[in-house]
């Protein structure tokens, strides 16, 4: 943090930001810093140097108790003095100007309190007992989560593991990670007279790490700034192409995102819809992507239009009006009201056109939702003050930090980093995992959910609902059909995990092909770690399986003492195609050589045969009961599979005549049993003792053309 920030020795990136966000108060450093120098103010009063987060804080809160600002600002003061920062400065400044940030976002007294705090253990002689003694557990459990470990007990490894502190934190209150994103913000905005070296290595981590957790947790007023910040020092060529570009359309006479805003407003009037209608210049990088997506820029792509207005329904009504009244693009129609975004972003998005062709995108929300599209999670304020009317009974017990906010991503992420083994696992996998930076729902058939990064597989969805367990996975279905553990998912399906029962069932090498999520491939990889010598013999969902079975052979067909037919002394023969068994309802025919053949009348040969005009021959079963039928198993490879099958079968009495295991495809493997069987009474137990056998999932008569 600290070590970090440096005063700029030019303006930089700035300008872009200012100018989209006029109304946001810069510190003047210095004057804060002149203040900074003149020491405490008389007891009760507030300082001077703290008048900048009193106007923004009271804009938000105007009823909020400033006395823990004024008691933290003393101490933060008195234990900084003396600190300079690399630009000469008062260390004080700095976090003085985080806490600015937060207070403009909104952020309630706790985190301002904190805020201004967040530095003194890090760098001065204040402990965290000390800092819980005059502030309270909550301030001191916020300093703690963002004080930074130290070099000389962690080595390399001090920032990954510094991150991994602040996001277990950051997991049980939200409001630790949104001083560090202020703190960086800072940072970054003062980073002019650091090394090269150092900005860039800074930025990267900035745009990898930090960027993404601000666009997780909503807040995108530090996102698009630190966008800004970090595309002028990783990229300073485009940076500047951008700069010109954007000087270009500001200096043009006309300006179309005006005049199709006062459009706007008329539609709106005319319709008596209250609504304020915004110009929204588009950031540094989001001008870029533009300009990378449709070539050359016109007027109306270097910004969009805001339209607030006061309840939900009358976002729907701004929406007809505007595609009523002006031309749609319906292709950019989004609705994130009805479906919010994984980081609590609500919007309507839609676009009109005007004659000459420029394109304006319009966003509908209310003033609320607004805040929140702004400062996301410090827009929510104090996640653990009671409800007005909440029972006492209903505080948490000590020690128990449950954050209602915490979004279904940040779970996940704490679930996996607990077995990330080192600091470079970590590390890497944690710049991944934020890399992903859409989330899909998808249904279990409970009714209850699971969130996952889009791309996400059956694999995922396994190790996501069951953790380690799901090593057991052999098949799933997606939305009521048979699917892959490879198979993609797609927001809104409901997927069925199918769980075998064999307690030595393995993931498989391949599951890593698969695996989408850090908390799958960090099982996955872990058991093959822990199993070195099983690794030749684990089970993929393609493999064959390993049991010998018998020399396949094609059924023969036989004649069938059981059988009655109206032609003495003929010839009958079950079909192969289709083995009947008592009690199936059966049709015969004459073939060569005076033999009836015997089919079920569902068979597909009966129809052919009918088709070419031959003549039916009457039949019914005899008193015999024994029968030779052919089964078809479509089964998930597992190890043992076979064995397990096998002997099901032959729990039931079953004498296997032949077997054939056809080649695996797409993770199933398909097994053709013809078996004898003493009474035909006795197919149907049959049949269901090879369904419950892990890993099948249908068994059927055989059917062939």
Known sequence: MSAEATNPATPGPVAPTAARRKARARIDLRRLGRAALLGNAARGRLPDAIGHVVEAHRAHYPDADLEPLRRAYVLAESSHRGQMRKSGEPYITHPLAVTLILAELGAETTTLTASLLHDTVEDTDVTLDQVREQFGEEVRYLVDGVTKLEKVDYGAAAEPETFRKMLVATGSDV?????????????????????????????????DVLIPLAERLGVQALKTELEDLVFAILHPEEYEHTRELIAENAARADDPLAEISDEVRGVLREADIPAEVLIRPRHFVSVHRVSRKRGELRGADFGRLLVLVNEDADCYAVLGELHTCLTPVVSEFKDFIAVPKFNLYQSLH?????????????????????????????????????????????????????DPTRPGWLSRLLDWQKAAPDADTFWST?????????????????????????????????????????????????????????????????????????????????????????????????????????????????????????????????????????????????????????PDEVTGFAVRGGVVTVHRVACASVAHMKGTGRPEVAVNWGDSTACRVTLVAESFGRPHLLADLTEAM??????????????????????????????????????????????????????HQ
């Open 175 to 207: 409001r630790v990670m949104s001083i560090k994103l202020a703190d960086r913000l800072h940072n970054m905005r003062t980073l002019g007279v650091m090394r090269p070296e150092k900005q860039e290595r800074i930025a990267k981590v900035t745009r």
């Open 350 to 402: 839609t676009a009109v056109a005007r004659a000459d062709g420029q394109v304006a995108e319009v966003l509908i929300r209310t003033h609320q939702m607004h805040k929140v599209a702004e400062a996301g999670v410090v827009a929510l304020g104090n996640p653990y003050a009671p409800a007005a009317d909440a029972p006492v009974s209903d505080a948490p017990a000590d020690g128990e930090r449950a």
């Open 430 to 582: 944690l710049r991944e995992d934020l890399a992903q930076d859409r989330e899909i729902t998808v249904f279990r058939p409970d009714g209850g959910t699971l969130g996952l990064p889009e791309g996400a597989t059956c694999v995922d969805a396994a190790y996501a609902q069951y953790g380690e367990d799901a090593h057991a996975c052999i098949g799933a279905r997606v939305n009521g059909r048979l699917a892959t553990l490879s198979t993609v998912l797609k927001d809104g399906d409901t997927v069925q995990l199918l769980m075998g029962q064999d307690p030595a069932s393995e993931p498989s090498r391949e599951w890593l092909e698969h695996a989408h999520t850090p908390a799958a491939r960090i099982a996955i990889q872990r058991w093959l770690a822990t199993h070195p010598d099983s690794t030749e013999e684990l089970h993929a969902p393609v493999a064959v399986p390993t049991r010998p079975v018998p020399e396949p052979q094609a059924p023969t067909p036989r004649t069938a003492s059981a059988m009655v037919v109206d032609r003495p002394d003929a010839t009958v023969r079950l079909a192969g195609c289709c083995t009947p068994v008592p």
């Open 650 to 703: 032959a729990q039931e009495g079953a004498e296997i005549v032949s077997a054939t295991v056809e080649p695996p495809s797409q993770q199933r493997v398909r097994h053709t049993y013809t078996v004898e069987l003493p009474d035909a009474a006795h197919l149907p137990a049959l049949m269901r003792a090879m369904r419950n056998v892990a890993g099948v999932y249908d068994v059927d008569r055989a059917q």
